[in-house]
């Protein structure tokens, strides 16, 4: 069966419309213009990329801290990255670095600007851990930094009273007999240290005395002193003492 002239034609023209049909949709695959719909996802996954990019450089730069990283810590700071970086519980890098007692990086941060003030999700400033763990390099680095030594956790205590609390356990283990003499007097000089790391840095000038029996340096290194020369008898009187003389510091 033959066909005539202009149907030839007609073939060929819908097959050559077809054609560069095909052409157009490749074109726009590889690089001509994409249509309004794609236009819209790819400015929103910008901003969304924009948006995000700075929280997960802050996630990473907490990361860094927490693998003691200080090379990357330093590069990431360099970079621009906040030293305020949080993790998703709201401690900063400061806290991280603190709690594990990287002091390095600790002193990179205060460094490069950390907030020595900055609270967590429960109230503790860098502070308020380093008082726990008797880090007396880092508790002056904080203090130095103008750490707050008045900031109240979410139990109302400051870092001072920090200390009473862990010597009225010291106290209660001793009496009860649950603490050994080599290891009380040990904790006890961790205790002194960290009230004097607190009075030696200046602290003692932000303190008022409730009355006359001042409590200064040279007193609590006496008792330090006496801690491993004395009679196990007066270690129960030593901490009562330090004890009323936490008491007597009110801080402004």
Request: glycine residues 4%.
């Amino acid at each position: 069966m033959s066909h005539s002239d202009s149907e030839i034609k007609d073939v060929l023209k819908d097959k050559r419309h077809k054609q560069l049909q095909l052409e157009f949709r490749t074109k726009k695959r590889i690089g001509g213009e994409p249509p309004l719909k794609t236009i819209t996802k790819i400015v929103l996954s910008k901003r969304k990329s924009l948006y995000l990019d700075p929280i997960k450089q802050e996630f990473r730069l907490v990361r860094a801290v927490s693998l003691n990283n200080t090379n990357e810590v330093k590069r990431m700071l360099d970079q621009g990255v906040s030293p305020n970086s949080m993790d998703n519980e709201r401690r900063s890098a400061l806290h991280v670095a603190v709690s594990k007692g990287y002091s390095e990086i600790v002193k990179l941060l205060l460094h490069y600007g950390a907030d020595p003030n900055k609270r967590d999700m429960i109230q503790n400033t860098p502070l308020h851990l380093a008082a726990c763990v008797h880090n007396l390099p880092i508790i002056s680095m904080l203090i130095n930094a103008k750490a707050d030594v008045s900031c109240l956790d979410l139990h109302g205590r400051n870092p001072l009273q920090l200390a009473s609390s862990k010597l009225q356990i010291l106290r209660k283990g001793w009496r009860d007999g649950s603490i050994e003499m080599v290891k009380l007097r040990e904790e006890l000089q961790q205790v002194i240290d960290l009230l004097l790391s607190f009075l030696i840095r200046g602290v003692e000038e932000r303190m008022e005395r409730l009355n006359r029996n001042r409590v200064n340096v040279d007193e609590l290194q006496m008792v330090k002193m006496t801690l491993n020369t004395g009679p196990a008898e007066q270690l129960d009187n030593q901490m009562t003492k330090l004890l009323e003389d936490i008491e007597k510091f009110q801080i402004k």
